[in-house]
C-alpha cells in the first residue's frame, strides 16, 4: 500500500523555523515527484513546494520563496521542508504528495497519492 506521512509540523512563534518530513512507504520515493501543499483555515489547498524524483528541480510558490526550502533523501525515501522566517499566514495543515515521474506536475490534479497533513500554527 502506498503511503506518505507528514510529520514535524507544530506550534512555533513568528519568525521561527520548522522542518517537516514526508516519509513514504510501500513505493520507492526515487521515481517520484514529491509537492507540498497547504490549507489555511477558509482557503483553498495551494501548492507551495515541489522537487523533481532526482532533486535537481524546485519550484516555490511566490509566497514561500526565499524562506522555505524544499530538498528529499531518497535514500531514506523522505523528502523534507525546511521553513524559516515564519509568518502567522503561514498557519495551516501541510500536505505532502506524489506524482509518478520525474518532473514536478504542471496541474496539481495530477499528483494522485496524498498524506493525512501535519498542522503548522505561527502564533505568539
Known amino acids: 500500500q502506498l503511503q506518505l506521512v507528514e510529520s514535524g509540523g507544530g506550534l512555533v512563534q513568528p519568525g521561527g523555523s520548522l522542518r517537516l518530513s514526508c516519509a513514504a512507504s510501500g513505493f520507492t520515493l526515487a521515481y517520484y515527484a514529491i509537492g507540498w501543499f497547504r490549507q489555511a483555515p477558509g482557503k483553498e489547498r495551494e501548492e507551495i513546494s515541489c522537487?523533481?524524483?532526482?532533486?535537481?528541480?524546485?519550484n516555490y510558490a511566490d509566497s514561500v520563496k526565499g524562506r522555505f526550502t524544499i530538498s528529499r533523501d531518497n535514500a531514506k525515501n523522505t523528502v523534507y521542508l525546511q521553513m524559516n522566517s515564519l509568518k502567522p499566514e503561514d498557519t495551516g495543515v501541510y500536505y505532502c504528495?506524489?506524482?509518478?515521474?520525474?518532473?514536478?506536475?504542471?496541474?496539481?490534479?495530477?499528483?494522485?497519492?496524498w498524506g493525512q497533513g501535519t498542522q503548522v500554527t505561527v502564533s505568539s
Open positions: 504528495t506524489s506524482e509518478a515521474g520525474p518532473s514536478c506536475p504542471i496541474y496539481s490534479y495530477e499528483y494522485d497519492n
Open positions: 522537487i523533481s524524483s532526482s532533486g535537481g528541480s524546485t
